[in-house]
């Protein structure tokens, strides 16, 4: 434990996913292999995406937004998880444990509402096609990501400052992986109301608007796909979607699975493995779903490769 001035706290220690030293090495690895798709997946994606003129539109301007921000994601704490992999202790600097939370909060309320503009896009595009370039302007496209990073910016600066008022006198070990915000309230001997309290408006915040927008959403999709007579059509309709949803589910069903659960249900281990569904794999696989089950993506990847070899 370090203490300044007798009751500042200088440093953390991180316990990690698990103690049992067998199994430190083969977490390493399979962490590695994971953060490298992810890394490598974004990046494509996003490359492809410049690179292309035929994926400049406002669904893959919104995409390559969610890969950066899938991609910046990771990389906030991912590196420091691998580092303790192979340390014998754990240690994080009291302000690398704020940046950390800071920037771990900007970029997961990013991607909420990044997720939520891909649905607003795709609203407009099955209902009101007509209408699609005109709503769909890249100035409104530009205005609707500066909007979600500004209020990704607002909710990281008041959690992050309602945790620096915070004194930590006697216990400085973080039962996680990451500087979290209720493991850090654990650990606080002053007052966490008002930390509590901000973090439930905001929270209540940040899954009403997106949870409503995307209900609205894709409840006036479905009913314009089944309005569709042909088939053939519905199918074309809904593929385009498919993706998304797919996206939707894992990112906002391993954070409801994480966070909406009761204190008591699950242990603290069960608690971790389960958001590294949410940390870890829903970066890594978003790029893989955009890819694998999108055609343009495919044809913009064979038409690069083509373009290199020649």
Not at 131 to 141: A, T
Not at 235 to 257: D, E, P, R, Y
Request: glycine fraction near 4%.
């Amino acid at each position: 434990m370090a203490l300044r001035n007798g009751s500042v706290m200088t440093e953390f220690i991180l316990m990690g996913l698990t103690d049992q030293p067998e199994l430190q090495f083969p977490l390493f690895s399979l962490f590695l292999v994971m953060y490298v798709v992810t890394v490598l997946g974004n990046l494509v994606l996003m490359i492809l995406i410049v690179l292309n003129s035929h994926l400049h539109t406002p669904m893959y301007f919104f995409l390559f937004n969610l890969s950066f921000t899938d991609l910046c994601y990771s990389s906030v704490f991912t590196p420091k998880m691998l580092i303790n992999f192979i340390s014998k202790k754990n240690i994080i600097s009291y302000m690398g444990c704020m940046t950390q939370l800071f920037f771990s909060c900007f970029f997961v309320i990013s991607e909420c509402y990044v997720l939520t503009s891909m649905a607003y896009d795709r609203y407009v595009a099955i209902c009101n096609p007509l209408l699609y370039n005109y709503v769909m302007s890249p100035k409104v496209c530009s205005n609707i990501i500066l909007s979600s990073y500004l209020m990704a910016f607002s909710c990281s600066m008041a959690h992050t400052g309602c945790m620096l008022r915070l004194t930590f006198c006697d216990m400085n070990t973080i039962n996680h992986y990451l500087c979290d915000i209720l493991p850090m309230l654990q650990l606080s001997c002053t007052s966490t109301y008002i930390n509590k309290l901000v973090l439930f408006i905001l929270v209540s915040i940040n899954i009403t608007v997106p949870c409503l927008t995307l209900f609205v959403s894709y409840a006036s999709i479905i009913s314009s796909i089944l309005r569709i007579s042909s088939m053939e059509g519905r199918s074309k309709v809904f593929s385009t979607c498919s993706s998304h949803i797919l996206a939707i589910v894992l990112f906002f069903g391993s954070g409801a699975f994480m966070y909406i659960q009761p204190s008591s249900a699950g242990s603290l281990g069960e608690k971790k493995i389960s958001s590294i569904i949410y940390t870890n794999t829903v970066p890594m696989m978003n790029p893989l779903i955009y890819s694998l089950r999108n055609k343009d993506v495919r044809i913009a990847l064979r038409k690069t490769l083509n373009r290199k070899r020649f």
